[in-house]
């Protein structure tokens, strides 16, 4: 179940990430920067699908229904840690508003989730998404700091390649993979050299700050509001100050910027 418009936050890496840290800063993410966007009790807003295998037509679960993909529910490191160590191919948590029933609330409802997958054969990916419904329609700019905050930080932990955030992309291809016709396959597997696309916020991993000039070229003469110097390599691109006012041109171009390294 998807929202209609989201906020969504991706980190793609090739490391091997020190999954105890992976699972303090999990545990914070949740606690942080979801957790307060619900209005009720976890309790309240999810149920357990403790049974469910996944299979080749629903890998992540059973499409419909609110779920929570970890130990018992209680959002605290340990179980974090337990949820790494027992889920080494993926962890997901999915908050959804339940009608008085406790079904998921299709059309006009929220959701918010968090997900890791972690395959040694495929570039991992860190997700979290939440539905603008979530912000009463307008993201705060501190709020907004708060998602640029964690990035920062996941970013610095898994030492991705790649990342972004967004607001209103639904489905696990950006909008540049659409437009021009990329899959998610090859996407992901050249994540480390081609940034996949201009967004609100765009992380360059080192081979593509070296392939754009460097990380001083990058910093002066790229059309956007801030770069952040991330260390090893990395930069930020916040595109425009708020989330929620990214005109068409400003995306163009960035995207002329970026195109030595966008397929």
Not at 107 to 123: I, N, Q, S, Y
Not at 183 to 194: I, P, Y
Not at 220 to 229: I, K, L, N
Request: proline residues 6%; contains cysteine; hydrophobic residues 45%.
């Amino acid at each position: 179940m998807s929202p209609p418009h989201v906020v969504r936050l991706e980190l793609d890496t090739f490391s091997v990430v020190d999954r105890s840290s992976l699972a303090t800063w999990f545990g914070n993410l949740f606690t942080d920067l979801l957790a307060p966007l619900c209005p009720a009790s976890v309790s309240e807003l999810v149920s357990v699908a403790r049974d469910y295998q996944p299979s080749d037509t629903t890998p992540w679960g059973p499409p419909g229904y609110a779920r929570l993909l970890l130990s018992s529910g209680e959002f605290t490191r340990s179980s974090w840690s337990a949820a790494l160590s027992d889920l080494p191919s993926f962890l997901r948590v999915q908050l959804v508003q339940l009608d008085s029933q406790g079904m998921p609330l299709v059309d006009g409802g929220w959701c918010a989730e968090v997900l890791l997958k972690d395959d040694p054969a495929f570039p991992h990916q860190v997700v979290v998404v939440a539905s603008r419904s979530l912000f009463g329609g307008w993201i705060s700019h501190a709020v907004q700091q708060d998602w640029l905050s964690m990035f920062r930080t996941g970013a610095d932990l898994v030492r991705a390649s790649g990342g972004w955030i967004t607001l209103d992309r639904v489905g696990v291809r950006t909008a540049h993979e659409v437009s021009v016709g990329v899959g998610l396959d090859e996407s992901l597997f050249m994540a480390a050299e081609l940034s996949r696309g201009p967004h609100w916020a765009t992380l360059l991993g080192p081979r593509q700050v070296a392939a754009l000039g460097g990380v001083q070229q990058v910093c002066s003469t790229a059309p956007c509001f801030s770069v952040s110097d991330l260390g090893g390599g990395r930069l930020l691109l916040q595109l425009t100050e708020h989330l929620d006012d990214v005109p068409s041109e400003a995306v163009e171009a960035l995207a002329k910027f970026l195109a030595p390294v966008l397929h």
